[in-house]
């Protein structure tokens, strides 16, 4: 195989993915030719994927929107995440479960970690979804909002009536409590800012005005 065969090949098993095997099978090649194109179609593969992939998980304003993103407001308490299950006589493996009910991939290892070492990765729809299985209120398993340095303009908006309001409407909105629309509604921020967006805060709350109520309008469809 020539360097213009082997070229013409791996374009066309890049740009053709779900043909590959067949590209592969009829194409006439020794096995160091097909070893060389296999090792070089990874390495096509790996570089399309950094230049490709979705965003970090802080940086991603859908993964805020959805509650996604951990964060401050809504912190998972262990030791009352350890009372309130067994305050619903569930065990660590029941709480898994439901929540493995609900869509989420989680194991025993990961809920009992989270009673006794660390549940500062825990996102606020996580959390919500624990409420509702150990049928308890929000604000009984979170911790007090951690003190941390916002950038101005996300400080400036988390002060406004407006927030609350939003906040008011979003919990409503999504049948969620206040902490976890808190939440999602400055995760949503930090998720601009993190872009390299550069808004006011009345730009931030204009945007915040528009997502809930986009939302609002879509469950009134």
């Known amino acids: 195989m020539d360097e213009d065969e082997r070229d013409r090949l791996l374009s066309e098993l890049i740009e053709r993915p779900e ?18 194109l296999a090792s070089l179609l990874q390495t096509a593969s790996a570089l399309w994927l950094s230049a490709w992939s979705a965003p970090r998980l802080e940086d991603d304003a859908v993964a805020a929107m959805l509650g996604l993103v951990p964060d401050r407001e809504c912190r998972l ?18 709480v898994a479960a439901r929540l493995r009910e609900r869509g989420w991939d989680f194991e025993r290892s990961d809920v009992f970690r989270w009673e006794t070492r660390t549940a500062i990765d825990v996102p606020p729809a996580v959390v919500q979804a624990i409420a509702e299985i150990l049928v308890t209120p929000v604000d009984r398993l979170i911790s007090p909002a951690i003190s941390q340095s916002l950038p101005e303009p996300i400080s400036v908006a988390r002060e406004h009536p407006k927030f609350e309001q939003l906040v008011n409407r979003w ?29 006011d805060s009345e730009q931030l709350l204009r945007s915040l005005d528009a ?7 879509a469950d009134e469809e």
Do not use: C, F
């Open 171 to 199: 919990a409503e909105a999504r049948q969620v409590s206040r902490a976890v629309a808190a939440a999602t509604l400055e995760s949503r921020m930090l998720a601009t800012v993190h872009r390299g967006e550069r808004p």
């Open 211 to 217: 997502l809930v109520a986009s939302v609002e309008g």
């Open 19 to 36: 043909e590959r095997e067949r590209i592969l099978r009829t194409a006439e090649l020794s096995g160091p030719d097909r070893d060389e």
């Open 77 to 94: 308490d262990s030791p009352a995440l350890s009372r309130a299950r067994k305050r619903a006589r569930l065990s660590v493996s029941d």
